[in-house]
C-alpha cells in the first residue's frame, strides 16, 4: 500500500497558499489515518525477540524490499533479516531532495508485562492513541506518509523531493543497515541533501522540539557458568561457588547509588562542558515537577533542570536489565542456576569510543572484580551491540526550515535538544552520506517508548502530519 | 486405582522365607513397575507454578482424598489445594503400624529449560529413567506400593499394618498439609508407631543411606519498586535510581564469595559441634571425586569431604534463586525496569529459628542495607516460606530395622546422613504425632531432583522397592 502510495501520479502545480489547505485535509481526514495506524500497529513486528513468528510479523509489515540476508543468532539458529524499503517520489533537479528515515519494527510487549490494553490493538482513550509502535516509529512514520499524501490528495505540488528509507530492525540494532547505507551511497543516496529521522520524543507536553544529538550504547552480556544444569538449593547449597552470587556481585561492581560508574577510566572520554553549551540547557522549558508527574518518578537523583538534562544528553549511564538463566516467574523455587547472563548497557557520550570501553569493562574490570572472588566458576563478557553518539551542526538550512515549520504549526520556537536513547542510524547517515541530518520528533514526553501503555496523542500525530508538510515548504524556499 | 489396591483382600499368611519370593516377584515385575512410573510421570503435577491448569493436572494425580481448602496467591488469585490421600490396609494390633508419607507433585519443568527429553515422557538411556518427579518424589512412591503390592500378590501375610498420607503440595511448601495432621492426629494418626518418608537421596551411586535430620528453609523476596511501569534506559538513564541497581547491591550484602552468610547475628543459634558428631562425618563413606565428577562442578568451596557434609548438613547456606520483573529472555532489551523482586532463601539447621531469622534480614540487615543507599524506591521484604530444621533419635527400633533390611538386600551398612534440603513433613509428623520419624531414600546422588534431566536408575526403583518389603519384615521382628 506504502509503495502505490508514492509511485501515484504527480499532481498539478500546488498554489502557494495551499499549507492551509493541507492542514484542513489532515483535520478533515484524521480518523482515517488513526485508522490506518490502528492497522499497523495490530502486526507485532517486534525484531527484539529473536523468534520465527515475530520475524514473520516483521515481513508483513514490509512490503517491498533491499534484500539483507539473514541474522546468526549467539546459539546457532538463523534468521531473516526483514528486506529495507528503499522508496522515492519526484526527481526535479530544482528542488531539495530530502530522505525520510523510519522503523517498522517494535520492541516487545505483552498484555502480561502491565499493559492497560491489549498492546496490538491500538486502543484511543482521552485523546491518546495505546499500542506498541504507536510513537515507536510507526505513528511518525506515518504523519510523515500523511503530509505526502495530502499534497497529493489536494493535487498540490509536493516542493521537495522524497526520498524513504523504512528498516524492521532498528530495535535489534539496525543488522544489516549500515552496510546497505555504504553499498547505496553513489545509487539511492546519490541526490540526498537532507536526511531526517523522527524517532524521539519532546522534553514537553506542548512544547515541540529539533534533536541535534542522541547517545550511543554499548551493550553488554555476562555469563557466569557453574555447570549447564541447575542445582538444588538443600542438595548443594553451601558448597557451591554459585553462579547468581558471582553474577550479583558482578553486576553490583558497576555503578553505585548516585548514578555514577565505577569502571575506570569510563570518564575519561567525555567532552569537557563548556560555557556555550551550559546556557542551551539553561534555556530548555522543562517542567522538572510535570517533568516528575509525568514520568511518574518520587525523585530523581539530581534536582535542577540542567544537571539533569546533561545526565540524560551529555553524560554516559549504566542500566542493569536483567538476567538470562535464573528463577524469573512467580512462585518460590529452590534452584541454584547452574548457568546465568547478566545483561547491562553504557550509553555513549561525545567523545567515548564503543571500543575503548569494551576494554575498560571486560579486560579490565570485570575481569578484575571476578579473579578478585576466586571463583571457580567460569566468566564470559561480550560487548553485543557497540553504536557511538551523534552530534550535528545546527546551523544547517534543514534545521532552520524546521525552525520555522515549527512557528507556523505551534506558534512557538523549538527546544533545541539531544537524546538520551540511541539512534544509530542518525550517525551512520553523517558518516556515510556526510550531508545533514536532523530529528524532528513528533511525540509527547510522556509517550512511553519501550515501556508498557506506550501511545501517542491523537494531537500529535495530527499536529506532526502538518508539521512535515510545513517544514517541506519551508526547507524548498532556503534551499 | 491405588486406593482399590489398598482395600484388595488380605491374603494368607506369609511363608516365613517368603523373602526371597518377593524379591523375584519385584524382579519379574519390573517392566510393568517402570510402565506405570512412566504413567505418573506423565502428568504434570507442577504444584509451584501457580497456574489453573498445573493445579488440575495435581487433581488428576490425586484420586482420592481429605478436602484441603483453597490457596490464597499474593496477587489475589485463588487456586484449589490438591485433596491430600489417607489410606491404610490392615488393622492388627500385634503388628506395628508403619505411616508412609510421600508427594506427587513436582518442581517446574519445561523442554526449554535444558532438558535433553520430554520431562513428562519417563525415557530409559542405560538404565536410567529421565523424567520430572521420577526421583522426586512419584519414583519412591511408586517402590512402596510396590512392596505392598508384592506381598498381596504372593498372597504372603502383610507383617506391618500400612497407612499412606500422600500430598500434592510439598514443592509449594506443604500448604494445608500441617493442619490436616493436626485434625487428624487422634483418628488417622492414633495408632501409627512408626513414620517413613522417602523424599531424598542417597550421598552415594551405590551405597545406601538412612537419614536423620534435614535443614529447614527461609524463603525471602525482597522487592524494589519505583513504578509499575519500566523505563526506556535512553530516555531515564542517568536520573533514576534504578531499581535492579538498588536491588543486586540488596542481593550482592547476603554471602561473600566463600559462601559465607553476611547477615549479623544468623550463625549465633547454630548448634556447635561436638567430637561425637565429628565423627560421624568421618565414617560416611562418600568419594569426593566420584561426587565432583557426578555433579559436574569443578571445584568446591571445600576440600574435604567433614567440610563439604558439614556444610550441606550442620550450616545454614543462602542461595540467590533469581529476579522476578526484569528482563530475562534472550537477546538485547535496552529497558530499566520498573519494579523488581530478588528470591533467595536460607537453609536452617538446629538450633536456628525462622521468625529470628526473618528479623535479621528484614528489620536489621536488608533494611540497613538499603537506607545506606539512600535511594528514593521503595523496598518490601517478606519472608515467604519459614520452615525449621529436624533431627531425630537414631537409636529408635526402625532405624535398626532399616539397617539390617539395607544389610539383607544390599550387602552393606548404611551412611547415617542427614539431608541438605527440607522436608518440613518429617519435623511436622516429629512434633505433632511424636513418634518415631525415619527418612529412607532410594534414589542414587546424581538423580538430579529439582533440575533438568531429573531420573531414577531402574536399578534403584526396583533395589528399593525390595528394600521396603524387607523393612516391613525386620520392623516386625523387632517391634
Known sequence: ALLLLLQGGMASP???????????????QQDALVQTLKEWVAIESDSVQPS?????????MIVDSVDTGSQQ??????????????AELGNDLKKPTVCFYGHLDVQPAARGDGWLTDPYTLTEVDGKLYGRGATDNKGPVLAWINAVSAFQALEQDLPVNIKFILEGMEEA?????????????DRFFAGVDYILISDNLWVSWRKPAVTYGTRGNSYFTV????????????????????PMADLVALLGSLVDSSGHILIPGIYDHVASLTEEEKNIYKSIDLDLEEYRNSSQVKKFLFDTKEEILMHLWRYPSLSIHGIEGAFDEPGAKTVIPGRVTGKFSIRLVPHMSASVVEKQVTSHHLED?????NSSNHMAVSMVLGLPPWIANISDNQYLAAKRAIRTVFGTDPDM???????????????????????????????????QNEKINRWNYIEGSKLFAAFFLELAKLH
Open 223 to 242: 555469563e557466569v557458568k557453574c555447570r549447564d544444569q541447575d542445582f538444588h538449593s538443600g542438595t548443594f547449597g553451601g558448597i557451591l561457588n554459585e
Open 73 to 86: 543468532l549467539p546459539d546457532g539458529q538463523s534468521l531473516p533479516i526483514p528486506p529495507i524499503i528503499l
Open 417 to 451: 535538544i539531544r537524546d538520551g536513547s540511541t539512534i544509530p542510524i542518525a550517525r551512520i547517515f553523517q558518516e556515510i552520506i556526510g550531508k545533514s541530518v536532523m530529528m524532528l520528533p513528533i511525540g509527547a514526553v510522556d509517550d512511553g517508548e519501550h515501556s
Open 369 to 373: 572484580v571476578f579473579s578478585k572472588r
Open 52 to 60: 520465527p513468528r515475530f520475524r514473520e510479523e516483521l515481513f508483513r
Open 14 to 28: 500546488a498554489p502557494s497558499e495551499g499549507l492551509e489547505q493541507l492542514f484542513r485535509h489532515l483535520e478533515l
Open 173 to 185: 540494532g539496525s543488522v544489516a543497515l549500515e552496510e546497505l547505507v555504504q553499498k547505496e551511497k
